[in-house]
């Protein structure tokens, strides 16, 4: 019985049933799992999926050894495809539903080349259509009604048939007097098994399933009973029912006041499980104790899979959160993710201040070359040059006013060299003699962050142990100005 099928009230004779003979009864049969049947594949990828499953043995218990490997013709041949290449779309439509991993191989020296199959009898993480008939259903809520309806209608007819007699023949207070006898009779008595399994239940289940169906036994806990016992004992049954009541959550939900359908938990608490073979019991092997390896690979599966799906969500999360980031200040300035006013502001005045660095050599200078005699102009154009070379390579606006940057101060360092070899012999000497030493830094031990700003004026955000309050990096740009101030002087 399925998680829909749900037992009508109306009561039906053995004869009036469907008769099965050996002939109808299938000789071989493949497991198709629900959701895989309920998931919208197309009717030659459905197909694939079954003959796949047929080649998996189901008493192989380790599912690195569950393999299906036939050839892609013998699949074109089942799916009626004329040319097997036609195989690969829907192998694709599988493996987008997650219902098959396939791996490739080469074989015959590494001339030919074949597929492996690993059927998947579970879901993946983050499959969202139907498991079961009932969420169908659910989902088609005028399918259902019609159906029921139907259903409801054929046995009223067959009913009415067999109470209503032939005109002449019999009386119509028959059907009525045979009513009353079988009430008078009382209500069909339990198996003992099925007894002992239903007083299993705790007392406060069993008092819930009263108050909502009237009873601590009704048809559909008794029928999922009866059905259990074909493949368990009544003891094994008993002991699993006491089991999950905990370790399944009922007994907390019991208690904080969530568990809402009783005889709904009850019939789940009595499912095999989803593992896929037989004899395991909530990961447990009945034949030998030991743990079940194909629980212990679903539950592999399913970690790594919701570990790759926390990393992507993370990922995805960590790089919506860089795009509202400046990408010069590593700061969120509101400016979705564009250089925001401040560090724009910093590389243009970076870029005056070499232009005006190079006017002021120039001007020392008592011969300057004619092309620079405008040094300031020359230093904005070389870096508007820079600037627009790396825009036509495709550079964002952080790029071209770093290229501009670079061009400009490197354009006032050569100014700033042409004057120096420009020199006289007491210039250089007096350069000499007023050498910018660094004084010996001492260091405290006591972390601390650093004193001194980046070029576009906001704090370094570095730690330091020295006294003077200055990082390495800080204190070599103070360095380099000094020696900037002595060569000037």
């Not at 074909?230 to 003891?235: D, G, L, N, S, V």
């Not at 006041?257 to 019991?281: N, S």
Request: aromatic share 6%; net charge neutral; charged share 30%.
């Amino acid at each position: 019985m399925s998680a829909f099928d749900e037992p009508y009230d109306d009561e039906f004779d053995e004869d009036q049933g469907d008769e099965l003979v050996g002939e109808d009864w299938p000789t071989y049969s493949t497991p198709i799992p629900v959701w895989v049947l309920l998931a919208g594949l197309s009717a030659k990828a459905f197909k694939m999926y079954g003959f796949l499953a047929e080649h998996i043995n189901a008493n192989i218990r380790d599912p690195r050894k569950r393999i299906a490997c036939p050839k892609q013709k013998a699949i074109a041949v089942v799916l009626e495809l004329a040319d097997d290449r036609k195989v690969a779309r829907y192998r694709r439509e599988l493996e987008k539903l997650g219902a098959v991993r396939v791996e490739k191989y080469r074989y015959a020296g590494g001339m030919r080349q074949g597929y492996k199959y690993f059927v998947r009898y579970n879901p993946p993480v983050g499959y969202a259509g139907p498991m079961t008939l009932k969420q169908f259903y659910e989902a088609n809520p005028e399918i259902r009604s019609a159906a029921k309806w139907e259903g409801r209608t054929e046995a009223a007819k067959k009913a009415a048939a067999a109470t209503v007699p032939a005109q002449g023949t019999g009386s119509a207070a028959a059907p009525a007097k045979a009513a009353k006898k079988k009430k008078a009779g009382g209500e069909v008595p339990l198996a003992p098994e099925v007894l002992k399994v239903l007083e299993a239940y705790r007392p406060e289940l069993r008092e819930a399933m009263r108050e909502t169906a009237h009873t601590d036994a009704p048809k559909t806990l008794v029928a999922a009973v009866t059905k259990a016992l074909k493949e368990r004992t009544a003891e094994q049954l008993v002991s699993r029912v006491l089991r999950r009541w905990t370790l399944h959550g009922y007994a907390e939900k019991f208690e904080t006041g969530r568990l809402e359908r009783p005889v709904g938990a009850a019939v789940a608490m009595l499912r095999h499980g989803e593992c896929p073979d037989p004899g395991c019991e909530d990961g447990e092997l009945l034949a030998d104790g030991e743990p079940c390896v194909l629980c212990i690979e679903r539950g592999k599966n399913y970690k790594a899979d919701h570990k790759a799906a926390r990393d992507a969500e993370k990922k995805a999360a960590a790089t919506a959160a860089s795009r509202l980031l400046c990408p010069g200040c590593e700061q969120d300035r509101g400016t979705e993710g564009a250089l925001c006013p401040g560090c724009v502001s910093g590389f243009e005045n970076d870029i005056a201040g070499a232009a005006d660095r190079a006017a002021e050599d120039v001007a020392k200078m008592e011969n300057a070359p004619a092309e620079w005699a405008d040094a300031r102009a020359r230093v904005f154009a070389e870096a508007e040059q820079a600037r627009e070379r790396v825009r036509l390579e495709g550079a964002n606006d952080l790029g071209q006013l770093l290229a501009a940057q670079f061009a400009a101060r490197s354009a006032a360092t050569d100014i700033h060299r042409l004057r120096l070899a420009t020199l006289d012999a007491e210039g250089q000497k007096r350069l000499q003699e007023t050498p910018a030493v660094p004084e010996p830094v001492a260091y405290s031990g006591e972390p601390a962050p650093c004193s001194g700003v980046r070029w576009d004026g906001s704090p370094c955000g570095r730690v330091t142990d020295a006294e003077d309050g200055l990082c390495g990096v800080c204190r070599g740009a103070r360095m380099a100005q000094h020696e900037d101030l002595a060569t000037a002087r």
